[in-house]
């Protein structure tokens, strides 16, 4: 055998060990999360998205419908099992770390740009993240990474089959989070700006467009008949994050929340070396146009997390090369100081946002710091004490009885975990709930929860408190601090139409 041929044997087989060595660090994030998924209970956002799972449809109001879909499969195979449901994300969260060392590896760096790349991302807080709870901002992270490794394996390879494989996972994308149309803005951007323009006269190019439209327009369809009324809630919600803050801190998140602090570094070189790079320069509008639209329309912090890993990938390739102009011991320093840095950073940020502990210090430092972990307590003891109430009443109330909630997590507490007492399906006005309507048969007596005692007191006949909402380990979330009292109530002083025709609430 040939040298040449040594040599594509010796190449081979390095990809080979660095692709291990990837999956390697994807099976550890994967046990982590499997080991500590199980530890408290269901978010409230979940809860959200399995109700809206037992429905489905071409779309929802807060969401496309790709995320309940994968939760209704998630549902068939583990049933309410926490672990299982949460499975599909953490599968995710495992191919958004090995396709980030995947892109190290296309722009031609070694075994330590890929590993330092990846490891950048597992250690970073939001991605950490969207492998403990089943959210539709976790499939959109990953269709982010996912577009952006075709985006440099066409640049690299000139190959322009690759807009297909672009324009499909953009069409999942819009099938996943609205925000795509921002990533959306800067892929198109970036083909306008850069020398990639010249595939905008490629069949495959449009071809690709085409196939994205094609894919996410049952849910276009789908908004037109219901008048758009997904634009009404996030025009509803965006009013309400800047009103209450949530937008605040956009740039610091971006260090603090989308990546590992330690890494910044990487980040920023990786955008600096796309911004000089004109065969890759379109990755670099791929971040800074979405930056711009994000930051002009005061848009949440994590909004742009997912387009952090391609930055990480470059940013590694590049450390990897001015770490190899160094003598051994000014490189080995810098290596000790980067690895010990970017791992005490991220054993800081699991500590807050894996639940780690189901009691004791590091349960309570995550509940302090983890407001997200907050909302996952309680559910069962609420759904346990509507149970209750409806067991003490009458047997005339309880044959005409209904369970009308003021939010959407106690929509999918009654709804999902009622199942096991026996409760009705919860009355809901609040996102796609709204749109299902109340009883054919409406009920006569009503338990209410999650409102004011003025707002029952308004709305509906013989109101009085019934039970109280809370949780035995003390801890102050929504549920138990803006919802304590639980109603029992006679029917809405209005008809009922024209009462539900008022409850209709974004939330």
Not at 75 to 85: A, D, K, R
Not at 182 to 187: C, Q, T, V
Request: hydrophobic share 45%; glycine share 12%; net charge neutral.
């Amino acid at each position: 055998m040939n040298a040449r041929e040594n040599g594509l044997t010796q190449t081979e087989s390095d990809s080979r060990i660095d692709t291990w060595m990837l999956f390697g660090l994807a099976g550890i994030l994967v046990v982590a999360h499997v080991l500590t998924n199980g530890r408290y209970g269901l978010h409230r956002d979940e809860l959200q998205v399995l109700s809206d799972a037992r429905h489905l449809d071409w779309g929802f109001v807060p969401y496309p419908p790709l995320t309940p879909f994968v939760e209704r499969v998630s549902m068939s195979i583990f049933g309410l099992s926490l672990v299982g449901l949460r499975m599909f994300s953490v599968i995710s969260a495992a191919l958004i770390l090995i396709f980030t060392g995947m892109m190290a590896r296309e722009l031609g760096g070694g075994r330590l740009a890929q590993l330092t790349a990846a490891l950048a991302i597992m250690l970073s807080p939001l991605p950490l993240f969207e492998g403990t709870e089943f959210q539709y901002t976790t499939f959109d992270y990953l269709w982010w990474v996912l577009i952006a490794y075709f985006v440099i394996r066409l640049l690299k390879t000139e190959n322009p089959w690759w807009w297909l494989a672009i324009g499909a996972t953009i069409g999942v994308g819009f099938l996943t989070k609205y925000t795509m149309g921002f990533y959306l803005a800067g892929i198109l951007g970036g083909v306008l700006l850069t020398r990639a323009r010249r595939y905008l006269g490629s069949g495959w190019f449009w071809g690709g467009m085409a196939l994205g439209f094609l894919i996410c327009l049952p849910n276009l369809l789908w908004q037109v008949k219901h008048g758009f009324i997904s634009l009404h809630f996030l025009q509803h919600i965006h009013v309400r994050d800047v009103e209450e803050g949530r937008a605040n801190g956009f740039l610091r998140d971006q260090f603090w929340i989308c990546t590992n602090l330690v890494a910044a570094p990487l980040w920023i070189a990786g955008l600096l070396g796309y911004l000089r790079d004109r065969r890759y320069r379109m990755l670099a509008a791929m971040y800074l146009i979405p930056l711009a639209l994000f930051m002009v329309e005061k848009g949440r912090g994590y909004y742009l997390g997912a387009a952090y890993p391609m930055l990480m990938a470059m940013g590694a390739v590049m450390g990897e090369r001015w770490l190899g102009t160094l003598s051994k011991v000014p490189r080995r320093t810098v290596e000790a100081v980067f690895f010990t840095g970017l791992l005490s950073a991220g054993l800081y940020m699991s500590a807050i946002v894996l639940p780690i502990a189901s009691r004791g210090p590091l349960m309570d430092f995550a509940l302090k710091n983890n407001g997200d972990l907050r909302e996952e307590i309680g559910w069962d003891e609420l759904v346990k004490a509507v149970a209750g109430i409806r067991d003490s009443l009458p047997p005339e109330q309880r044959a005409n009885l209904g369970v009308l909630v003021g939010n959407y997590g106690e929509q999918g507490a009654i709804e999902i975990l009622g199942r096991a007492y026996n409760l009705p399906l919860p009355i809901s006005g609040t996102n796609s709930a709204w749109l299902r309507g109340y009883p054919a048969q409406p009920p006569s007596t009503l338990i209410v929860l999650g409102l004011s005692r003025g707002y029952v007191d308004r709305m509906f006949t013989s109101c009085r408190v019934a039970g109280h909402n809370g949780n035995t380990l003390g801890v102050h979330n929504e549920e138990s601090e803006s919802h304590p009292d639980i109603f029992v109530c006679g029917g809405p002083r209005l008809p009922w139409p024209e009462f539900w025709k008022e409850y209709q609430a974004f939330g």
